[in-house]
């Protein structure tokens, strides 16, 4: 059974800082990976997908790395603004692209002006 | 991107009521659409998988006749919460993926609905 772990849980940093969130998952054959967005109370906001066969995506300030063999993801956020306050959530799909995600807690960001 | 839309965003009931809530992809079809709930500070949890003009596939200790998922066309799924009890209360969150194959594989979400029984 798939698990998906995030660190740290929580991170509060000043606005400016670069800052990188973990995400490992337990079975290497994955389909694809996402990374969400959530504000409280809120749906998620997909920011970016990592297909199984690509290293990396980039979005604006957000990077988000894949290792899949070490089943390993980052998201880097570069210049972080007091907006990007939220909680992030990664989630992985099962190696046959019809399965469902399978979500980590998530890290929840508080940037400060 | 690809919309879902989830109605009602929020909804209070009483104990004991039923509660019917709307998935909809608004400019694509998704042959499957997932259910989930999220407590207070807590991940998403897969609830059910529901496909369409089939019966839904639930995930272990989801109580198929207490949550009951119908998937009539290729835009909309509903969730019915039966009998709805206050630990039933929750925020409830439904995506929905691109309909003829997996492709890039990408899941769209709806924004959810809180849920609260009194």
């Known amino acids: 059974k798939q698990e998906v772990t995030q660190i740290p849980a929580a991170l509060s940093v000043p606005e400016g800082e670069n800052l990188v969130l973990n995400c490992s998952f337990t079975d290497s054959a994955i389909y694809n990976l996402q990374w969400f967005r959530q504000d409280p109370g809120k749906g998620l906001t997909s920011l970016l997908l990592?297909?199984?066969?690509?290293r990396e995506q980039t979005s604006g300030r957000l990077n988000a790395s894949l290792d899949k063999s070490s089943g390993r993801s980052t998201l880097y956020i570069a210049a972080s603004q007091p907006g990007d306050s939220a909680t992030y959530l990664c989630a992985v799909r099962g190696g046959s692209g019809y399965s469902t995600l399978t979500f980590g807690k998530g890290t929840m960001l508080l940037v400060s002006p | 991107g690809a919309v879902v839309s989830q109605h009602p965003s929020w909804v209070i009931c009483k104990s004991g009521t039923s509660v019917k809530i709307e998935c909809r992809s608004l400019?694509?079809?998704?042959?499957?659409m997932f259910w989930y709930r999220q407590f207070p500070k807590q991940s998403l949890m897969l609830m059910a998988t529901?496909?369409?003009?089939?019966?839904?596939?639930?995930e272990q200790g989801v109580e198929k006749d207490k949550f009951l998922i119908n998937h009539a066309s290729l835009t909309l799924s509903t969730l019915t919460v039966t009998s709805a009890h206050p630990e039933d209360s929750s925020f409830y969150i439904c995506?929905?993926?691109?309909?003829?194959?997996?492709?890039?594989?990408?899941?769209?979400f709806g924004e959810g609905s809180r849920l609260t029984v009194l």
């Open positions: 529901s496909n369409e003009g089939s019966k839904a596939t639930y």
């Open positions: 995506s929905a993926g691109l309909a003829g194959g997996p492709e890039t594989g990408e899941l769209f």
């Open positions: 990592i297909q199984s066969s690509q």
């Open positions: 400019d694509f079809q998704a042959t499957t």
